[in-house]
């Protein structure tokens, strides 16, 4: 189905967008948002942009701003001319639009550029080629130096914002396979993980984000009533080697039976400690190979569990 055409009935949108099926007649009726298509039977049907606008206009109304008055922003941010994208890959200028705003400290011309990334396709191919790879540079950025930790932290606010509808949009149904994902205990960036989970949720995975500063206790209490297919940790900044020690032994133990990975611009440096306990540590600058790692620690573990007692 071509990424613009409808393929969500009403119903379904209620529940991704938390506004009833009523007030989206209503909106779409006094205020011409959302546009759904129609079926040969006359059923209603969305497209993720139609989402992403009814997201955007109850954002908007949730801020004070009346429906009408939403309304036309929605409008006029769909309908904004681009010229300065209308050459070359307008992926890669809006990237780098969004790049240069972190730099230049405008949350303004953040917050416009995604939203004009937000025009560019479905949310499988924004997530790909928009947010994805603009988290990761501002994370290499930040890792070296070139932009400040307010940047940073204004940057992931954003971002993670985007984010998160995206991958409300992705997440698989219910039942599907389940990745935990957190930060290590003293570790604040959770760029890393949106980035991850966006791509989880290109694999069928259901992720659920425990964010920042995650200790091993949480873990454990997670993996106990949630019963993950696997346990994702992000480490950016690395621990004192004792303390590094003193985390992992932790993590492992918390995680169980459950496997486990580590990424991070400092994970390659955990990688004795992971691998001796059982966990595994994913490259930080390859995400394709980070998730072929976790569906082949999940496979392994499966095939373990499945093996005769006494089996070689």
Known sequence: MADDEGKYRINVVAQKTGISAATLRAWERRYGIP???????????????????????????????????????????????????????????????????????????????????????????????????????????WHSGQITIAQEHLATQLLETTARKLIGLMQPPPGSRRVLLACFAEDEHTLPLYGIALHLAQASFRTVMLGSRTPPSAIRQAVQHLKPACVGLSVTLPPPPHRARELVDAYADACGATPWVVGGQAADGLASLVEERGGVVVPHDDVRQAIRTIETSIARRKRGAKAPKGAN
């Open 35 to 141: 546009v759904p298509r129609r079926t040969e039977s006359s059923y209603r049907v969305y497209s993720d942009e139609d989402i992403l606008h009814i997201q955007r206009l109850r954002a908007l109304c949730s801020d004070g701003m009346s429906p009408s008055e939403a309304a036309k922003i929605v409008l006029a941010e769909a309908a904004q001319p681009m010229p300065d994208l209308a050459i070359g890959d307008p992926y890669e200028q809006v990237r780098n639009q969004i790049v240069q705003a972190v730099e230049a400290f405008d949350p303004d011309g953040i917050e416009m550029a995604v939203n004009r990334a937000l025009t560019l396709g479905s949310a499988s191919v924004i997530c790909e080629r928009v947010i994805v790879p603009v988290m990761f540079k501002i994370g290499a950025l």
